[in-house]
């Protein structure tokens, strides 16, 4: 009976839950760039609006010290548990233009052999507006039906993709609206439709910004080089000596507190299905790349690394420029995993990169954002509840898998609020987040409309005990 009303009202509403998406999309909300604040604005105000018409009771937009929060509420029964609903209305600029087939916020749709019903290309459209828009169309539904089982609460943010700065001020200032039993958050994937899986790990993260100065000012290399320190030279060999011949991180005590995984856990990671065939096709790759002693999916969940995002100092015009650059640069990541420190990871590679640097070039090391790792446990209400819900809608049990990428606020919440949060993702990695092109499956954002709602019947049924 419930199962048919999801299903039928999905049915007679795709189009509209589609051309909907397809609206918020449009909307250029790149919280990177400043030359679109006033975009970002808008999108805010439109995720207001469709909390709105969803059926929430009380909606409104909270000023933060950066882009605002959007909040929505529907309280049925003080009694009954309360669902948070996370999610961002940010997306990551588009660039590099060139390689988009289609403009990054135009948005049209195609088929690709992951997405035979087709997919909505766009930035945004995965991660994470498509997959947070989910959520209010889920509520739309269990309104729309009387079939809200418990209270609900929306905290839709604008500032994800560049740290979540004003995010820690706002949850410290909002214990109480905030006040919940579950956090609900779709901003992860899946490992494939037909392979449903739950995140329950993300990694932290640690991002900093180097400066190598060589001489005061920009020097022919004719007449200069070979005597003095060429700070891209410099920095290239310093960038390399940061992993040994087992792509081990040097930096020391990097490691001292990483979490080594039980040969029990890693056992059972290693039953997931995984093709190291298809990924280095999927990704054009002859070989696979990483630290020593650790299989692929290890290298990209429970492994910390150290990646350079960007590099640039002297001539990168047309045509060759004989220069020695006075300075250059780089942007690096570190990714971390339970029990690494953002901020001790961070002076830990100060040191260390300015220790390691020639005497004839000055260093610079500049933070930028960083946040903790998370990890759920697998014995709780809400994961049962998750667990239920897509076996029920995918006929299967989900895998748990502990997934690459940060969501720095999860530990934020766990820390101020006191609260877990329950990972449903419904992107694929294929889709491109970040990257030209990104997508996401009409069918992937349907069945997560379908499969939410159990999250709710589910949680609430539990709950009770
Ligand atoms: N939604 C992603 C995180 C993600 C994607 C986790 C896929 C797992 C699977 C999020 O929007 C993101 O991009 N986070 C950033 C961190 C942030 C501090 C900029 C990231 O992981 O690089
Ligand atoms: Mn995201
Ligand atoms: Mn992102």
Known sequence: MYMEEINNYIQQHKDRFVNELIDLLKLPSISADSAFS???IETAKAVEQALKQAGCDHTEICETKGYPVVY???????????VLVYGH??????????????????????????????????????????????????????????????????????EEEVGSDSLADFLEGHKDKLKNDIILISDTGMMANDVPSITTGLRGLSYVEVEVTGPNRDLHSGIYGGAVPNPINVLSKMIASLHDENNH????????????????????????????????????????????????PERYSIRPTLDVNGIWGGYTGEGAKTVIASKAYAKISMRLVPHQDPD????LFAKHFESIAPKGVKVKVAPHHGGLPYVTNMDSTGYKAAAKAYETTFGQTPIPERTGGSIPIVALFEQVLGSKTILMGFGLDSDAIHSPNEHFGIWNYLKGIETIPYFYKYYTELSKG
């Open 38 to 40: 006033q975009d970002v």
């Open 72 to 82: 929505g509420e529907k309280l049925i029964d003080p009694n009954l548990p309360t």
């Open 89 to 158: 209305y940010d997306v990551q600029p588009p660039d590099p233009m060139e390689l988009w087939e289609s403009p990054p916020f135009e948005p049209v749709i195609k088929e690709t052999s992951l997405h035979p019903d087709g997919a909505i290309f766009a930035r945004g459209a995965c991660d994470d507006k498509g997959q947070m828009y989910m959520h209010v169309k889920a509520l739309e539904f269990m309104v729309a039906h009387n079939q809200l089982p418990c209270n609900v609460k929306f905290m839709i943010e604008g």
């Open 249 to 296: 991180i040097t930096i020391p005590g990097f490691y001292d507190k990483v979490e080594e995984v039980s040969d029990e856990e890693r056992a059972e990671m290693a039953k997931a299905p995984f093709s190291i065939e298809e990924y280095k096709k999927a990704l054009d790759i002859n070989d696979v790349y990483g630290e020593k002693g650790y299989t692929t």
């Open 344 to 347: 001790e990871i961070t002076d």
